[in-house]
């Protein structure tokens, strides 16, 4: 869940301000089920959902125009070119998509202040842990060979 910091709670009496909340790959798997929560939660003001065809995360000033546009609280970018088949045999869109664009979402989001998000779900844990990962865990990935088939 996202929320602001204990002072910001403290500067508005207690309360919690609701959030503008800018959403990337809206129109994917994760991005649906993260938009649908969001969309009802009480702390979000306004969502914006943008998918693939809204906003291509690999160019740098679409993801500046849209962020500067719209001045969102948090950017949630949950856009990504998987599987890991598909990324090894585009390399260069992979790396676009999932290291330059979020490179480009990062920078856009401090030039007004916002906070960045990001989501994945793709072979990042091994699946072998018996609590929450929590943030700053480093990834512990399988080799290919032991990959679950797809």
């Keep these: ?5 204990e002072n910001d709670a403290q500067a508005n009496n207690g309360r919690r301000r609701p959030m503008r909340i800018m959403l990337l790959g809206a ?9 649908e929560t969001a969309a009802t939660h009480p702390h979000v003001q306004q969502l914006t959902a943008l998918g693939h065809s809204d906003l291509d995360i690999t160019r740098p000033e679409q993801v500046n125009a849209a962020i500067e546009r719209t001045r ?3 950017v949630i970018n949950t856009a990504a070119l998987m599987p890991a088949d598909r990324c090894d045999e ?5 790396y676009a998509v999932n290291a330059l664009g979020p490179r480009y979402i990062s920078r856009a989001c401090a030039s007004v202040g916002a906070t960045p998000v990001f989501v994945t779900t793709d072979f990042i844990y ?3 842990a ?6 700053g ?3 512990t990935t399988l080799p ?3 990959r679950p088939p797809r």
């Design 144 to 146: 290919r060979s032991r």
């Design 72 to 74: 969102p609280d948090a």
């Design 137 to 139: 865990t480093s990834p």
């Design 1 to 5: 869940m996202l929320d602001y910091p």
């Design 126 to 128: 091994d699946g072998t």
């Design 130 to 135: 018996t609590v929450p990962y929590q943030p």
């Design 90 to 94: 585009v390399p260069a869109e992979a």
């Design 27 to 35: 129109d994917g798997l994760l991005g649906t089920a993260v938009q």
